[in-house]
């Protein structure tokens, strides 16, 4: 009799968590994410994409979007006031100190342990989990992403009938395209510009620098000691590039005021022919022509980077292996984290990733005949406003720590030029940041203040609003403000870390 009622109780539990959807009211779950599609009002109740992810999961999702450009300042705001923050977080700076703070604070759960319990999130890499790891404990799932990613852009068509035919190879074959393409500008009544230069600046100075040779953030000295890449020669003469181009009229004066909403945008009406970022843009700018404007030859080209003048080719990590991560704040109540949990290792599946990345087929997405994945139907009707208010920048959530499970898309030659950079042959030229995973107090304290004015003064000297001298003026407060405890700080870490 005991036995019976053993297997009927079993069975009665059993019937209640697969009934979980269906039988209970959805599991609200508040979502903060940055939004790149600004232009659109994402569409929050009769939505089927949502309406999809919470049939099969029971959990419905309540996003409050943010554009990407004002996305750092509303993260620094929310973790400031713990009384409204969102159940579960896009934090896009994983090492950013209001992020370790705010770790150490308390703010998130600590799911170190937990995760072993999860198949999918459990199947991530663990460099990269560590990577992400706050005092050697983990608040947060990685949103993987290609290292090799970040390169520059062209077009091609304009380059060709200006007479450049070869894919730069050198820096100096760089400033020739860019100047050739200055000469283009100059043929039109448009207000148009080389390089497609807007607001958000890290990736432009990045590329640019590391390509003349700079490290990226940190460099290690002969003597084992940090040093500020900023201190590199290499990390001026980028500088100095960006400059140089800028006073010739090759970038928008008024860049620092663009939005990085604005930046497809500016490309596809043709108002600038280059563009320091992700190369995949690439062949999403070329399919683009292809479909609204019925070009038909390629008029894109991609390089991940250049030599320096020594003959080095160095590339700028877009990445370190992820793009932030995914954290569940102390919001949620501890006896809810394991739905939570559960739905973060579901987003993980193939159904997890398509619904996110790419929402529902026949409604944001189609596959044709040929078997590969479109974003435009057959027919070739303008779905644009279709699929960003139902869809949105719900790929934010996105972590793809199993790889891409979604459908195939089309394999196009860019596509597949793109696909090429994903070798150890272009992984070992990335440029890695010494101190990524290390850990200084004055940085907690200090580092978005510091990195900030650095950032500014860039931007001022990019723009001609301050000279050599008021550089290194900045250059000098920095270091007072902070700057050479932080580097002291790094050095012994660095040195302790090598000693182990």
């Given at each position: 009799?005991?036995?019976?009622?053993?297997?009927?109780?079993?069975?009665?539990?059993?019937?209640?968590?697969?009934?979980?959807?269906?039988?209970?009211?959805?599991?609200?779950?508040?979502?903060?994410?940055?939004?790149?599609?600004?232009?659109?009002?994402?569409?929050?109740?009769?939505?089927?994409?949502?309406?999809?992810?919470?049939?099969?999961?029971?959990?419905?999702?309540?996003?409050?979007?943010?554009?990407?450009?004002?996305?750092?300042?509303?993260?620094?705001?929310?973790?400031?006031?713990?009384?409204?923050?969102?159940?579960?977080?896009?934090?896009?700076?994983?090492?950013?100190?209001?992020?370790?703070?705010?770790?150490?604070?308390?703010?998130?759960?600590?799911?170190?342990?937990?995760?072993?319990?999860?198949?999918?999130?459990?199947?991530?890499?663990?460099?990269?989990?560590?990577?992400?790891?706050?005092?050697?404990?983990?608040?947060?799932?990685?949103?993987?992403?290609?290292?090799?990613?970040?390169?520059?852009?062209?077009?091609?068509?304009?380059?060709?009938?200006?007479?450049?035919?070869?894919?730069?190879?050198?820096?100096?074959?760089?400033?020739?395209?860019?100047?050739?393409?200055?000469?283009?500008?100059?043929?039109?009544?448009?207000?148009?510009?080389?390089?497609?230069?807007?607001?958000?600046?890290?990736?432009?100075?990045?590329?640019?620098?590391?390509?003349?040779?700079?490290?990226?953030?940190?460099?290690?000295?002969?003597?084992?000691?940090?040093?500020?890449?900023?201190?590199?020669?290499?990390?001026?003469?980028?500088?100095?590039?960006?400059?140089?181009?800028?006073?010739?009229?090759?970038?928008?004066?008024?860049?620092?005021?663009?939005?990085?909403?604005?930046?497809?945008?500016?490309?596809?009406?043709?108002?600038?022919?280059?563009?320091?970022?992700?190369?995949?843009?690439?062949?999403?700018?070329?399919e683009w022509f292809e479909k609204n404007e019925g070009i038909t030859d390629i008029i894109w080209a991609m390089i991940p980077g250049v030599k320096d003048d020594d003959g080095v080719m160095k590339l700028w990590p877009q990445n370190a292996g992820y793009s932030g991560e995914i954290v569940i704040t102390k919001a949620v109540k501890e006896a809810d984290l394991p739905k939570v949990l559960s739905f973060l290792d579901w987003c993980n599946t193939a159904e997890g990733q398509t619904l996110l990345n790419c929402g529902l087929e026949g409604v944001t997405y189609w596959i044709y005949d040929d078997g590969y994945m479109y974003t435009t139907p057959a027919t070739g009707e303008d779905v644009a406003t279709q699929i960003h208010t139902i869809q949105g920048s719900l790929n934010q959530l996105g972590m793809n720590v199993m790889g891409s499970l979604t459908p195939t898309v089309a394999q196009t030659a860019l596509r597949k030029e793109y696909a090429g950079y994903y070798t150890a042959e272009y992984t070992n030229l990335i440029v890695n940041d010494p101190c990524h995973a290390l850990t200084s107090e004055t940085n907690i304290m200090m580092g978005t203040t510091l990195s900030q004015m650095l950032e500014d003064a860039h931007v001022q000297y990019i723009a001609g609003i301050i000279d050599d001298a008021g550089l290194e003026a900045v250059y000098e407060e920095w270091a007072a403000l902070g700057g050479d405890a932080m580097t002291a700080e790094y050095t012994a870490a660095y040195q302790a870390a090598q000693a182990k």
């Open positions: 009799m005991k036995k019976f009622l053993s297997l009927l109780l079993a069975a009665m539990m059993l019937l209640s968590m697969t009934s979980f959807a269906a039988a209970e009211e959805p599991f609200v779950l508040t979502v903060m994410l940055p939004d790149f599609y600004t232009d659109y009002d994402f569409n929050t109740t009769d939505n089927p994409v949502l309406d999809a992810i919470e049939a099969a999961t029971g959990v419905r999702l309540d996003v409050q979007f943010v554009a990407n450009s004002a996305y750092g300042d509303q993260t620094s705001y929310t973790l400031a006031d713990p009384a409204n923050m969102p159940m579960v977080m896009a934090l896009t700076g994983a090492r950013d100190p209001i992020v370790i703070t705010s770790a150490q604070a308390g703010a998130f759960w600590d799911i170190t342990d937990m995760i072993k319990d999860y198949p999918n999130l459990a199947a991530g890499s663990q460099g990269i989990y560590d990577n992400i790891s706050v005092d050697g404990r983990l608040y947060g799932i990685y949103r993987a992403r290609q290292q090799v990613r970040g390169g520059i852009y062209y077009r091609s068509d304009i380059a060709a009938a200006q007479g450049i035919t070869e894919e730069p190879q050198t820096i100096e074959d760089l400033t020739k395209l860019a100047y050739a393409l200055l000469e283009h500008c100059k043929t039109t009544e448009a207000d148009d510009y080389v390089l497609n230069m807007v607001k958000y600046v890290a990736g432009t100075i990045g590329i640019a620098t590391v390509s003349h040779g700079a490290p990226f953030n940190w460099g290690v000295n002969e003597a084992g000691e940090i040093y500020p890449a900023h201190q590199s020669p290499a990390y001026r003469e980028g500088l100095k590039w960006l400059r140089d181009l800028y006073a010739a009229g090759g970038i928008d004066p008024d860049f620092m005021n663009v939005e990085s909403g604005e930046w497809d945008k500016i490309e596809r009406n043709g108002l600038a022919f280059m563009r320091f970022d992700c190369m995949d843009n690439t062949y999403r700018q070329q």
